[in-house]
């Protein structure tokens, strides 16, 4: 599939600096950072996910321990 951006000109030249230092096309480079980008950004949002998780998971316990604790005052 063929995807169509606006970067500039700094951008480009830097971009094509890394393209010709690793002996890829400007396009392969792009694409594997763009891949490499993704691949952070669900890395990332799983890692929330799984806090946000644990944090529930964590406030429900210490919730439980409080009324247990208020119906043993009782």
């Known amino acids: 599939m063929k995807l169509q951006i606006n970067v500039s000109d700094v951008m480009v030249k830097e ?11 400007r396009s392969a480079l792009c694409a ?23 944090l529930k998971d964590s406030l429900l ?4 321990i409080k009324e247990s604790v208020k119906v043993e005052k009782e």
């Not at 600096?17 to 690793?22: G, I, N, S």
């Not at 950004?41 to 799984?50: C, R």
């Not at 316990?61 to 439980?64: F, L, Q, T």
Request: avoid cysteine; proline fraction near 0%; aromatic fraction near 10%.
């Open 32 to 54: 594997t950072f763009i891949g490499k980008g993704i691949m952070s950004y669900n890395k990332s949002f799983e890692m929330l996910g799984s806090m946000g998780e644990k």
């Open 61 to 64: 316990a210490e919730k439980a």
């Open 15 to 25: 971009i094509d600096k890394y393209a010709e230092m690793m002996g890829v096309s």
